[in-house]
């Protein structure tokens, strides 16, 4: 699915040169739930940056899904993050004057899907993370827990691949966390690649491997750890569920 | 994905009203201001004579004595003006001036009116195209043979005969009766191109009479007269004899072998009169012009006009340069939101596009809100400076040229605006905030 | 104590905002500078004194269409008339009205031989009787009037004696005395004029001519079948007048159309109209120029505020004064101003060169651009202090928050 060999990435200012990458090696299979730690400064977000083809990289071999990443041209590259990648943010990143179904909406007229086609997909994205109900409502009237979820909402609209997540818990409380990561949780049951970059250890240990980052190397490396993880919920939650309920207990 | 784009703009737009209003006003000001000076000076240096402009042309002679002008002067003698109708190269010509009547009718009651009249042959209503309302001009015969026939406008037509078919009725032209054969349909070319000495925007003459007449009846010339020499004129016939300028003459040739051929004959003229004793510069020389060419030789548009044209486009820059700094701000304040759409799939050339629809909306918004201001200031100037209707009216062109303008010129401006937001690094802006 | 350096460079690391103000600013004062150059030429060509009383003077022409009249008999039989209208102060047939934009001009011959013979600057030719001077409100400075049997009647070339502006004199004989002189109104030897009055102003027909200052008045009433009269009258009786004299004139003769009533005052609002029109334009173009200029400039200010709302709150936070935020925003604006306004005086000064060479413009004036700076700098003043105030009032407490 994803396969980075030697990459490196260095940032050349006037005076200095920092190596944010160097000779960085990560495969990751079709399915896999993958949490990136490391200490602040080690290169996670550049790694996410690549890995969601936002930045280029200096040196190395990259594919996704098959296909070669290096040098693509800014419309393929935004094609493949459009088509395959979904991105959820720390700041969940909503734009403030759309309301939920237009965020939702946002990278399915990038896909030019015809209006039809995107009503579909934004009801059904919304109803999957329980928010079909809110629709016509601005991020700022939802709580912090129900904006990261419309995000996610967002991020599967487009159906992709492969999820990436960038400290998706990172501005919730615990509580509003456990249901982000249990809503993540699903999406990799029902076939999504999710790579998710958190300092949060106890998330971390949530995902089926753990990879860690320090001074731009893999460093530690650990497969299927334990691998009996109990999922609280068997199942997504669809459009058959009341919405209402799921807003209750999001709220 | 247009509309998409347009009503992202608009939000947008809305989002900022202050900021979205001052650049409006600012394209919007630049664009009145620019379509003020442009659609009078459009209007002046339009060219009347349409696709026959480059068929027609003036004739210009060297006929003035040593020492006296340095150039070509825009009128000729009446002996010349005589002469050269018997070229036979072009396919129609005229020698042309004005002059002016009290004009008369059957009703003793009518009290008399001043108006300014035209003498000239036959061919004049042909070459410029002069359409008629009722009968027409008169024979050609009359161009050798005088006879007291009258063309006159559907304007003086209205006015002494209360818009009735006047073809056969008699005018009295300072106390002479003139058999009335045409009248023509309302003809005001703008500039008034076949005689621009006496006020090149000034409305065409209402009367019409033949040159064969003049000798006899001693038609004043009306119009400037312009002499390089002192020499009597205490009669009509030593002013027709002599060398003064205060007649017209135009031709029209067809084709460049026509052109080529009128020019031989003009060369062969001259020296033929240099015999005669006149045309005393040894480099006398003859020059036609095209009606472009004619306009631009008489400075049918005022040196005042194409200061302010350049002026005003100045301006402009000014405004457009203003904008770009206004829209600078607002885009690179929108920088995260870019950065989300860029990671959401969203190309470059889709936010450049993003972008350019915004700047155009507001490009367009300006140029309507200017076409308003232009149509404000023209009708302030005109009603201020009773400024003729034909440089003050706005012209259609201008409902077209202003949005058009102002939409590309916000274009430009938002050219590098645009191109920083969609170049920027998306991954920067999305880190929490 | 103002801190230039950080200024600058703040200044030099967000290139492209300043780099656009300053191009505005270059543009503008260019733009300006070379606007209010040429409202104040054309202002100072309005402003020239025809030496008339412009609002009690009218004009208007008769024409004659009956062949078989004595135009001589029948001007004097008119100027009777109208002389004897009520509200008349003076009456005269005459060639030309002054500002009109038509008339009579010519140059004359002077010299003592034919040899030496030279002409004259064109001057603006005047063909009237005694009752010109009074007509128009002409002050006589040397010399005297005509006297009434000295006015010839019929054919322009019998005329021999003058009356001269004083421009014309001074141009003709310098500082000799132009009473006495004479010239002559055709080739050397012919036609001769002997001056026997000068009066303060005179302007001729055509404003844009650079003889309009200069005019001779010749002591003939002229006998064609078109004549124009000049009518001097008490303030305010055009109106009656104009009725009056057609039916005046039609009781005596009816076969002449009597027309175009005009006052001096109406024929120098038309005669300037180009440049007045010109100069409310260019003024329009000024007021508007800056007033985009300074809310441009404010619109910056305020994008630089909020986009340094925190950096602002830290300064507070670290004791700077509200005065300091105001003086930072000031002085920041002032740099870019100031290097504009150099920059844009020197390209004024060369726009002012192209429009020169291509265009019948006198040369920049170097006050100006100069004076346009320090407007400029008035400007800047106004559009950076209403929004650096509200800079000023930024919470120090911001810089704490960290969203």
Redesign the interface.
């Known amino acids: 699915m994803l396969s980075m060999k030697n990459i490196s990435k260095v940032f050349k200012t006037d005076l200095v040169e920092t190596h944010a990458l160097r000779e960085f090696n990560l495969e990751v299979n079709e399915g896999e739930f993958v949490a990136v730690t490391g200490p602040s400064g080690s290169g996670k977000t550049t790694f996410l940056n690549i890995a969601g083809l936002l930045e280029g990289f200096t040196q190395g071999d990259y594919f996704l899904d098959g296909v070669n990443i290096s040098n693509l041209s800014d419309n393929k590259s935004a094609a493949i993050r459009n088509e395959k990648i979904g991105f959820i943010f720390q700041g969940f990143n909503l734009i403030p004057d759309l309301n939920l179904a237009e965020n939702v909406e946002v990278p399915l007229r990038y896909r030019g899907f015809n209006a039809k086609e995107r009503k579909r997909r934004v009801q059904h994205a919304l109803e999957q993370v329980g928010l079909a109900a809110r629709m016509k409502h601005l991020p700022s009237q939802l709580s912090g827990g129900q904006q990261q979820r419309v995000a996610i909402a967002r991020a599967l609209a487009g159906e992709p691949r492969f999820l990436l997540a960038d400290e998706p818990t990172g501005n919730l409380d615990s509580m509003m966390a456990r249901q982000v990561m249990e809503l993540l949780e699903e999406i990799n049951k029902a076939g999504t690649t999710i790579i998710m970059v958190t300092h949060d250890p106890e998330l971390a240990r949530r995902a089926q491997r753990n990879i860690q980052i320090v001074d731009g190397q893999v460093c530690d490396f650990t497969m299927y750890q334990g691998g009996e993880r109990t999922i609280e919920k068997p199942h997504l939650v669809t459009g058959s569920q009341e919405p209402s309920n799921q807003d209750k207990v999001a709220s | 994905m247009f509309f998409y784009y347009l009503d992202l703009a608009w939000r947008s737009i809305k989002k900022t009203p202050f900021l979205s209003l001052l650049m409006v006003l600012a394209i919007s000001i630049g664009i009145g201001i620019t379509i003020t000076t442009l659609n009078i000076y459009q209007m002046a240096s339009i060219n009347p004579a349409g696709e026959r402009s480059s068929k027609l042309f003036e004739v210009r002679l060297w006929s003035q004595g040593i020492d006296t002008w340095s150039r070509l002067n825009q009128q000729i003698t009446y002996q010349d003006g005589f002469n050269l109708r018997k070229s036979p190269v072009p396919v129609r010509q005229t020698p042309m001036f004005m002059t002016g009547f009290a004009v008369q009718t059957d009703d003793p009651e009518f009290t008399p009116v001043l108006e300014n009249a035209r003498v000239t042959d036959r061919d004049f209503f042909g070459l410029f195209s002069v359409p008629f309302l009722y009968g027409g001009a008169w024979d050609k015969q009359v161009d050798s043979e005088p006879a007291y026939q009258v063309v006159i406008s559907e304007e003086l037509n209205k006015q002494v005969f209360a818009g009735e078919n006047s073809v056969g009725k008699t005018l009295y032209l300072n106390r002479k009766p003139y058999q009335i054969v045409g009248v023509t349909k309302t003809w005001n070319p703008s500039p008034k191109y076949y005689d621009v000495n006496n006020g090149a925007f000034n409305d065409a003459e209402k009367i019409f009479v033949p040159y064969s007449l003049a000798p006899t009846e001693e038609y004043q010339s009306w119009g400037n007269n312009q002499s390089w020499r002192n020499e009597p004129m205490d009669t009509y016939a030593q002013r027709l004899a002599s060398e003064a300028h205060w007649n017209q003459y135009w031709v029209e040739l067809d084709n460049p072998e026509q052109i080529r051929a009128y020019e031989e004959w003009l060369a062969n003229y001259i020296e033929q009169q240099k015999l005669l004793g006149r045309f005393e510069m040894p480099d006398a020389k003859a020059e036609i012009a095209d009606v472009a060419q004619w306009l631009k030789v008489n400075k049918v548009v005022p040196e005042d006009n194409k200061i302010l044209v350049g002026l005003s486009a100045l301006f402009l820059i000014v405004c457009l340069v203003n904008m770009l700094g206004l829209l600078l701000a607002k885009f690179l304040k929108r920088a995260p939101e870019i950065g989300v759409r860029r990671a959401i799939g969203a190309s470059q050339t889709q936010i450049f596009s993003q972008h350019m629809v915004e700047v155009g909306l507001i490009g367009f918004c300006g140029g309507v809100l200017g076409l308003l201001w232009a149509w404000g200031s023209l009708s302030l100037l005109s009603a201020h400076f009773e400024l003729e209707d034909a440089l003050t009216q706005l012209g259609y062109s201008m409902w077209v040229l202003a949005p058009s303008i102002a939409i590309i010129a916000a274009l430009l401006a938002g050219i590098y605006p645009a191109w920083r937001i969609c170049s920027t690094n998306p991954s920067v802006h999305l880190k929490s905030q | 104590m103002l801190q230039i350096k950080p200024i600058l460079s703040t200044l030099m690391r967000n290139k ?2 300043p780099i ?2 300053l ?2 600013i270059i ?2 004062v ?2 300006v500078a ?2 209010s150059f ?1 409202i104040s030429e054309r202002i100072d060509l309005m402003s020239r004194d025809s030496g008339l009383a412009e609002s009690e003077v009218f004009d208007f022409r008769v ?1 004659n ?3 078989e009249t004595d135009y001589g008999a029948q001007n004097g039989r008119d100027m009777t008339t109208l002389r004897n209208l009520p509200g008349v102060i003076g009456a005269t047939s005459t060639s030309m009205t002054p500002l009109s934009g038509g008339g009579w001009m010519s140059v004359f011959t002077l010299g003592e031989s034919e040899e030496t013979a030279k002409e004259t600057e064109g001057a603006a030719i005047y063909y009237g009787d005694e009752q010109m001077l009074k007509t128009l409100g002409v002050k006589l400075i040397a010399g005297r009037n005509f006297f009434e049997e000295e006015i010839l009647q019929g ?1 322009p070339n019998q005329a021999n004696l003058g009356i001269v502006s004083q421009a014309f004199a001074k141009a003709t004989w310098g500082d000799e005395p132009a009473v006495g002189q004479v010239f002559y109104a ?2 050397f030897g ?1 036609e001769p004029v002997e001056i026997i009055g000068v009066v303060e102003t005179l302007q001729g027909a055509w404003v844009n001519n650079s003889s309009l200052e200069n005019s001779v008045i010749l002591n003939v009433e002229l006998a064609f ?2 004549t124009k009269f000049l009518v001097r009258a008490e303030e305010g009786t055009l109106a009656q007048l104009k009725e009056a004299i057609p039916a005046a004139l039609h009781r005596d003769n009816r ?3 009597v ?1 175009g009533f005009k006052l001096i005052s109406e024929h120098r609002k ?1 005669a300037y ?2 440049h ?3 100069a ?3 003024s ?2 000024v007021i ?2 800056l007033l ?2 300074s ?2 400039l404010a ?2 200010v305020m ?1 630089n505020i ?2 340094r709302t925190k950096q602002i709150g830290t300064r507070r936070a670290l004791g700077a004064k509200k005065r300091d935020i105001i003086s930072f925003f000031l002085v920041e604006n002032y740099i870019i101003c100031i290097v504009g306004g150099v920059i844009g005086a020197l390209v004024a000064v060369q726009l002012g060169q192209q ?1 020169m060479s291509l ?3 006198p040369q920049l004036e170097l006050i100006y651009p100069l004076s346009t700076v320090a407007g400029l700098i008035v400007l800047t003043t106004i559009a950076v202090i209403l929004p650096a105030r509200k800079a000023a009032r930024i919470s120090p407490a911001i810089a704490t928050r960290s ?1």
Do not use: H, K, W
């Open positions: 492209s905002g656009l103000l191009i505005q543009l503008s260019s733009i070379n606007a040429i024409y269409f009956n062949p054919s055709a080739d012919q079948p078109f076969e002449r159309v027309s038309s109209r180009n007045e029109l010109m409310t334009v260019l329009m173009m508007l120029l985009i200029t809310l441009g619109g910056m994008f909020e986009r429009l265009y019948s413009l969203v």
